[in-house]
């Protein structure tokens, strides 16, 4: 059984920031790629940002330049560090990792999202 656990969600002012947290644990060999997808209210859901194993990140054009995805393979954790926050950002971020089970099984696995908050 794998796990992703995010934190770090909350209310912050526009102009702030925020650091997400998910970390991955259970019958993992390996996590390769990793990422960050958000839903607004009434909305679909949007890719954020990605990373690699190795390290090679993307991000969409609304949060490119002001939001920074980065990974601890030993921990078998990614973050997301959010700055220039915007009311727009607002929406229940989740993450998302392939995996590589302990049973030798390639999957994809979804956290339970955290909700962000921008507002005055």
């Known amino acids: 059984q794998v796990q992703l656990v995010e934190s770090g969600g909350g209310l912050v002012q526009p102009g702030g920031s925020l650091r997400l947290s998910c970390a991955a644990s259970?019958?993992?060999?390996?996590?390769?790629?990793m990422r960050w997808h958000r839903q607004p209210p009434g909305k679909q859901r949007e890719l954020v940002a990605s990373i690699t194993r190795g390290g090679l990140a993307n991000y969409g054009d609304s949060v490119k330049g002001r939001f920074t995805i980065s990974r601890d393979n030993a921990k078998n954790t990614v973050y997301l560090q959010m700055n220039s926050l915007k009311p727009e950002d607002s929406a229940v971020y989740y993450c998302n990792a392939d995996v590589r089970t302990s049973t030798g099984a390639f999957r994809n696995y979804w956290g339970q999202g955290t909700q962000v908050t921008v507002s005055s």
């Open positions: 259970g019958g993992i060999f390996s996590v390769n790629d």
